[in-house]
Nanobody, 129 residues
Framework: VQLQASGGGLVQPGGSLRLSCVAS????????IGWFRQAPGKEREGVSC????????HYRDSVKGRFTISRDKAKNTVYLQMDSLKPEDTAVYYC???????????????????????WGKGTLVTVSS
């Protein structure tokens, strides 16, 4: 399984970006791919994921109402639409999945590499005026 995140960049506060995560390799259920981020000087945290447990999308509190996760199965791609961006959203964003398809919802703690089996390379999002 390979995951490739892209779409990061520099955006002003209040702006929008859409991140993409393209999956390739073994047959992969796109619903098991989630988004994470690591801000400067902080640990990596969960941002959004689809839950196969309850069938809904989960978001960390700080991005609810601003971020939207979606997927295009024809393109093997999961997206993270980020609107009303704030400086505190500045981070490297990663997509990841695990061999346990029921890993979502993410928990409130940090996510070192060992907690998820497959990580994509991150894409940097900088929110600044």
């Amino acid at each position: 399984v390979q995951l490739q995140a892209s779409g990061g960049g520099l955006v002003q506060p209040g702006g929008s970006l859409r991140l993409s995560c393209v999956a390739s390799g073994s047959t992969l259920d796109l619903d098991t791919i989630g988004w994470f981020r690591q801000a400067p000087g902080k640990e990596r945290e969960g941002v959004s994921c689809f839950s196969k447990r309850d069938g809904i999308a989960h978001y960390r509190d700080s991005v609810k109402g601003r971020f939207t996760i979606s997927r295009d199965k024809a393109k093997n791609t999961v997206y993270l639409q980020m609107d009303s961006l704030k400086p505190e959203d500045t981070a490297v964003y990663y997509c990841a999945t695990d061999s346990d398809p029921y890993w979502c919802p993410f928990y409130s703690g940090s996510y070192p590499d060992s907690l998820m089996r497959y990580w994509g390379k991150g894409t940097l999002v900088t929110v600044s005026s």
